[in-house]
């Protein structure tokens, strides 16, 4: 079973910027395509970037683009999530995802979450 701990969050102010991590264990992520999520209080779990297993191919949420980079090193078996120019928009939960599509719809693996806090 592959287990995901996110780490990195916590309170920024508009236009800072954090880096999120996302640390593997049980097996390797070298067998899957990662990604970030986040669900802001209220709203639903929304998309936000994901990397295929190769680390060649990224897709980005439009409002994200320009501003946050995924990333993975699949020997230490670590996603990150460098996310700079942070805005108010930005504060949700951020999850680090598992999957076999970079779509990352229903990904069989989650974390428990880290929270991202942008103060205006």
């Known amino acids: 079973q592959l287990q995901l701990v996110e780490s990195g969050g916590g309170l920024v102010q508009a236009g800072g910027s954090l880096r999120l991590s996302c640390a593997a264990s049980?097996?390797?992520?070298?067998?899957?395509?990662m990604g970030w999520l986040r669900q802001a209080p209220g709203k639903e779990r929304d998309f936000v970037a994901s990397i295929s297993v190769s680390g060649r191919i990224t897709h980005y949420a439009d409002s994200v683009k320009g501003r946050f980079t995924i990333s993975r090193d699949n020997a230490k078996n670590m996603v990150y999530l460098q996310m700079n120019n942070l805005n108010p928009e930005d504060t949700a939960v951020y999850y680090c995802?598992?999957?076999?599509?970079?779509?990352?719809?229903?990904?069989?693996?989650w974390g428990q979450g880290t929270q991202v806090t942008v103060s205006s």
């Open positions: 049980g097996r390797s992520i070298s067998n899957y395509d």
């Open positions: 995802a598992a999957g076999s599509s970079l779509v990352m719809v229903a990904p069989p693996y």
